[in-house]
């Protein structure tokens, strides 16, 4: 899989949310097809994160693909929340740009327990994690919005 260019595509989804740039996309590692595509929009629903949003439109649109196939690109570490979503999905891989510690260090309000320690915690087998992929991009996004709201 070429993770630049999905990350690519989630980086530009989240420009369209400013206020909190999460973006992600789900992909198929068998043919490199994009299935799903979201944005966070926490001023609709607080739970709609990026990947949780994500994972409702793969489910809306109901394209039968074995969830082992599924890699989830987001431009900034799950959440617990979207940790256990993921897992629950089946979704075995997950990209991510920026970490959670550094949204913590921008001020960003976050719940501190990485995506690997969830995972870690799944009876029925947990994701892998590829972390970094274009992170002074994604970086970039948070600073930008971290400049705008923190303190
Ligand atoms: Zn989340």
Redesign the pocket.
């Known amino acids: 899989m070429d993770h630049e260019r999905y990350m690519r595509r989630a980086i530009e989804i989240a420009h369209g949310n400013p206020d909190a740039p999460f973006g992600c996309v789900i992909a198929d590692r068998e043919n490199g097809e994009i299935l799903a595509e979201g944005l966070n929009d926490d001023q609709r629903n607080p739970i709609l ?1 990026g ?2 949003a994500t994972i409702l439109d793969l489910a809306d649109s109901q394209v039968d693909v074995e969830a082992q196939r599924l890699v989830l690109y987001t431009t900034a570490e ?2 617990p ?2 940790s256990g979503a993921i897992l629950w999905s089946g979704i075995p891989s997950v990209v991510l740009g920026t970490a959670i510690a550094t949204l913590k260090r921008l001020g960003l309000p976050q719940i501190e327990l990485s995506c690997e320690e969830v995972a870690s915690l799944a009876s029925f087998g947990g994701f892998e994690v590829v972390r970094g992929v274009l992170e002074a991009e994604c970086d970039a996004l948070f600073e930008e919005l971290a400049r705008r709201t923190v303190g």
Request: glycine share 0%; with cysteine; hydrophobic share 30%.
């Open positions: 994160h990947e949780i799950p959440c929340m979207c």
